[in-house]
Each structure stands twice: as C-alpha cells, then as structure tokens.
C-alpha cells in the first residue's frame, strides 16, 4: 500500500541518515540533529499517513488511530541518541494494546522522550545498562502512564526527595503555568504544557521515590 511502502522508505533514509551521523568523527558535532530525526519520525508518519488518506474513499480526514507504543518508541529512540554509553533497556508493558487517536502522535512521543529523559538522567547511571521498565493501561476513559527506573548507590536521596516534593507542589493546575515562564519550557514544565494545552486534558502527574 501507499502507506507501507512511502513510510518504509522514508524508515530506511533517516536510518540510513543516522547512521552517517552516528559515526565516531561526527556523533558529537550531530545531536541536536539526532534529536531531531528521531522526533521527525512520528510526525513523518502522520504527513504519510494523511497523504495516503487522500486515495482511500472516507468521510474520515483526521490521521489514524495508533498504538501508543509507537509514540514511546520514537521517545525512547531520542533518549538513547543522547545516553550512548548506555544500553538503555526498552520493557513497556500494555503500550501496544492501547489505542490512540493519530493526531495526538507527535505530542506524546515528545511527552515520552522528556519522560524517560529525566528518569535516566536522574538515575545517576551513565554507563552500563540502565532498565527504565514502564506500563501503560486505559480503564473507564482514563490513561494512566507509569515509567521507573533505578537509582545509583551515589544519588543524593535526600535531595533528590525535596526535588520530589517540590515538583508535586508545583505543578498542579494552578502554579504550573508560572512554571513554565520561569523554566523555559522545559521538563516538567514543558510535560504540563503539553498535556494541558497541547492536548486540553485534565491530568495528574505523580513523582516518587
């Protein structure tokens, strides 16, 4: 089909792409434009897909629902281009049996990579393998999103607590939007962003340890 056929050539040129970029001369000169890549791929995907749409008789313009693994994939991908001294594990569990509606694709895969972004940068690992294991269920019209990772022996906990409790204060409803002015847009703040004004939906967001 169109879509198979287009996507998996656009698939192989920007693997083909990376892989020139990720050469040991050039890899560190290129991230941004790794980033880039791998958070072009689903926005690809959708431009594929609603030109494929064109040729198919339907009422339906909008682009095709999705398994929310495919946005987590991109995110993940994005992750690993930036950790390359760390094998980055992928265990994603229910990602593929939840169904998305195709025009929120782009958003989450930035969501994703900003997700799994902060839990391996704040797991203190930065070689080795690192497990980042997470879920993904949709129950009475409720998404629920969970990403863990593992913390090195040398994290200050206690810091890392405060931190904690200072991002569940913050970014609810009301203080989250100053947030986003005072940091730039970005990591949680740009995470509420998206879901609040990106996405228009109500949302909770829960840190631990």
């Known amino acids: 089909s169109l879509l198979s056929d ?6 192989a040129t920007l693997e083909d792409l990376q892989g020139e970029l990720e050469r040991p001369a050039w890899a560190d ?19 594929v897909e609603r030109v494929a749409s064109w040729f198919v ?9 999705y398994p929310l693994q495919l946005a ?14 760390l094998e980055v594990v992928s265990e994603f ?11 929120t694709l782009p958003t989450f895969a930035r969501i994703f990579s900003i997700l799994i972004e902060n839990a391996a940068f704040h797991s203190g690992i930065s070689k080795g393998k690192l497990k980042l294991p997470g879920e993904a269920a949709c129950e009475a019209g409720i998404l629920t999103i969970k990403l863990r990772n593992a913390l090195s022996s040398n994290v200050d906990r206690d810091w890392l ?14 203080g ?34």
Do not use: C
Request: hydrophobic content about 40%; glycine content about 8%.
């Open 93 to 103: 569990e229910g990602g593929s049996d939840v169904v998305m509606s195709g025009w």
């Open 72 to 85: 987590y994939d991109a995110g993940l991908a994005t992750v690993r281009s930036y950790y390359k001294d």
């Open 57 to 65: 008789p339907s009422i339906n313009s909008e682009f095709a629902d």
């Open 161 to 174: 607590e405060s931190r904690v409790t200072q991002i569940n204060n913050t970014f609810n409803r009301e």
């Open 6 to 11: 287009i996507w998996h050539q656009f698939q």
């Open 29 to 47: 000169a290129h991230t941004a434009l790794l980033d880039s890549i791998n958070l072009a791929r689903p926005e690809i995907h959708a431009a």
């Open 176 to 209: 989250a939007t100053a947030a986003i002015g005072d940091e730039g847009g970005s990591g949680y703040p740009k995470i509420f962003k998206l879901l609040a004004y990106d996405l228009g939906r109500e949302h909770v967001l829960n840190v631990r340890i």
